[in-house]
């Protein structure tokens, strides 16, 4: 069994073949909450230039770009798998122009310096190897007034799923706000959501995620 949770998380954490594949599909059902708020707090606009770090197979893209024709969005991950998916779902985009997907890690990104205005991430956190840096490359592409949108499963909801124990690194509410304000990032607001409970290894366990909404100071 453990090491089951351990592939699993090394799948969760870059996707790869064919396991990556179905992974990425089970994302989506697992983590639908949390990409639908994170697209609430994002808040799609008009010629907004959008930037997600970590978007899987890109199911949720449509839900952005959809909502105005000059909104454009690029997605950034390190995993060739996730974006030979991305780039097949989002075809139709990609062909217009709308969408661009780059294999890339969160902390070395192929773009150019404040060329985006909005930047979001879920359920990526846990795998960045230096948080400092990577909120550096964020600061780097982000526009001076640019916002950061982190979506995460906070400390207490994820220590209780078996396979975090296998290379998750898990924030608190209060150390993820420290950490974005020691990186100058402004914290503009956070919001708890409630999912609904559920069984896992005959457990039930809680499930929650937390929205945080930043600045560049
Ligand atoms: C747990 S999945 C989350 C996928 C999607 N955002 C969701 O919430 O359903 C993590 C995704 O982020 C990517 N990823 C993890 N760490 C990354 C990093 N440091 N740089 C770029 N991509 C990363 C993985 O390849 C994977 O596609």
Same mark, same amino acid.
């Given at each position: 069994?453990?090491?089951?949770?351990?592939?699993?998380?090394?799948?969760? !954490? !870059?996707?790869?073949?064919?396991?990556?594949?179905?992974?990425?599909?089970?994302?989506?059902?697992?983590?639908?909450?949390?990409?639908?708020?994170?697209?609430?707090?994002?808040?799609?606009?008009?010629?907004? !230039?959008?930037?997600?770090?970590?978007?899987?197979?890109?199911?949720?893209?449509?839900?952005?770009?959809?909502?105005?024709?000059?909104?454009?969005?690029?997605?950034?991950?390190?995993?060739?798998?996730?974006?030979?998916?991305?780039?097949?779902?989002?075809?139709?985009?990609?062909?217009?122009?709308?969408?661009?997907?780059?294999?890339?890690?969160?902390?070395?990104?192929?773009?150019?310096?404040?060329?985006?205005?909005?930047?979001?991430?879920?359920?990526?956190?846990?795998?960045?190897?230096?948080?400092?840096?990577?909120?550096?490359?964020?600061? !780097?592409?982000?526009?001076?007034?640019?916002?950061?949108?982190?979506?995460?499963?906070?400390?207490?909801i994820?220590?209780?799923?078996?396979?975090?124990?296998?290379?998750?690194?898990?924030?608190?509410?209060?150390?993820?706000?420290?950490?974005?304000?020691?990186?100058?990032?402004?914290?503009?607001?956070?919001?708890?959501?409630?999912?609904?409970s559920?069984?896992?290894?005959?457990?039930?366990l809680e499930f929650?995620?937390?929205?945080?909404?930043?600045?560049?100071?």
């Amino acid at each position: 069994m453990e090491e089951q949770f351990k592939a699993f998380a090394s799948q969760l !954490r !870059r996707p790869t073949n064919e396991d990556g594949v179905k992974t990425g599909v089970h994302m989506n059902e697992g983590n639908k909450i949390m990409n639908l708020e994170a697209i609430k707090a994002v808040n799609p606009c008009a010629h907004d !230039r959008i930037l997600e770090i970590g978007m899987g197979n890109g199911f949720f893209v449509k839900n952005i770009i959809s909502i105005d024709p000059t909104i454009v969005y690029t997605g950034c991950d390190f995993s060739e798998t996730m974006i030979e998916e991305a780039e097949k779902m989002n075809a139709e985009y990609i062909k217009i122009g709308s969408v661009v997907f780059y294999l890339a890690s969160a902390d070395k990104l192929p773009l150019k310096d404040h060329s985006y205005n909005k930047l979001f991430t879920v359920n990526t956190i846990y795998f960045w190897e230096n948080p400092v840096n990577t909120l550096n490359e964020f600061k !780097r592409v982000l526009t001076k007034d640019g916002e950061l949108i982190i979506v995460v499963r906070p400390k207490h909801i994820m220590e209780n799923i078996p396979v975090t124990k296998y290379g998750f690194t898990m924030y608190s509410k209060e150390e993820l706000i420290e950490l974005l304000l020691a990186n100058n990032f402004d914290v503009l607001d956070t919001n708890e959501i409630e999912e609904p409970s559920r069984e896992v290894m005959g457990k039930i366990l809680e499930f929650g995620s937390l929205v945080v909404h930043a600045k560049q100071k």
